[in-house]
């Protein structure tokens, strides 16, 4: 199987000189969370969700107006490529790697695909229930932290998404998408009421609500199926009395096919 067979072709980009509010809008607009950069069709970068909340949150940052940012202030520019022509086994070995989870796919320079992980999720065929796959030891939040809480938490473990927990039931989930869209609310320029506005930011007021879960005894074909109908990239795992179990996410699944 090739790369070509895969990628999709319908893409979303963006110029360098893009707002970076038009930026977040386009994400939500099309359910991503990450945009190519492109310059006469030439690929010169791509803005993730998790580099924009880190950006905005940092502490020499927060006097700058997200009005004034661009695409080019966030992009990332280290990054691999795919050919069409590729075999699709050399991407599927970097999977659950360090790095971007969307790869572009590219002749010459010429952007003409990417390839997501809910594009690899349609491979999986695997019978195995969640409960073999799942990780059980969560990073999770309440609803009442603190927002940076969760930004540190998920950037000192590098995941993308945190289950939010209240007497061991799952309240919500919170990612990096909505992080970046909260901090870019903050318009802002004064250096003191941005610090305020941060330290008083609390999850529940962002998170989202509507939690789409697995059980134990669901396969990971099942799982795929309902990311995919679904667009979330995880699935917190409940037991029948709504206790959550563990969390699995597309690269679990996906290491099955990978495997």
Known sequence: ??????????????????????VLHLMK?????????????DLVGIVTDGHIADKLG???????????????SVMEKDFIVAHPDED?????????????????VVQGRKLVGVVTKADLLRLVESKAPLESIMKKEL???????????????????????LPVLE???????????????????????????QRVNIKDLQVESYMRRHVVTGHPAMSAKEAAQ????????????????????????RTDLIRTFAA
Do not use: Y
């Not at 070509?4 to 509010?21: E, F, Q, Y």
């Not at 099309?30 to 492109?38: E, R």
């Open 1 to 22: 199987m090739k790369v070509r067979d895969v990628m999709a072709t319908g893409i979303v980009t963006v110029a360098k000189d893009r707002n970076l509010k038009d």
């Open 29 to 41: 607009q099309h359910n991503i969370t990450k945009i190519p950069v492109v310059e006469d069709g």
């Open 58 to 72: 940092r502490q020499h940052n927060r006097t700058v107006l997200v009005s004034t940012m661009h695409a080019s």
């Open 88 to 104: 699709l086994d050399v991407l599927l070995g970097d999977v659950g790697k360090p790095g971007l989870t969307m790869v572009p």
């Open 139 to 161: 990073k999770s939040v309440s609803p009442g932290e603190r927002l940076i809480h969760a930004r540190r938490l998920l950037l000192d473990n590098d995941i993308a998404r």
């Open 167 to 193: 007497g061991g039931k799952v309240r919500g989930i919170i990612a990096e998408h909505e992080i970046a869209g909260a901090f870019a609310d903050l318009k802002t320029a004064d250096a003191h009421v």
């Open 226 to 249: 309902r990311m995919l109908k679904e667009h979330v990239g995880a699935l917190p795992v409940v037991a029948e009395n709504g206790t959550i179990q563990g969390i699995v996410t």
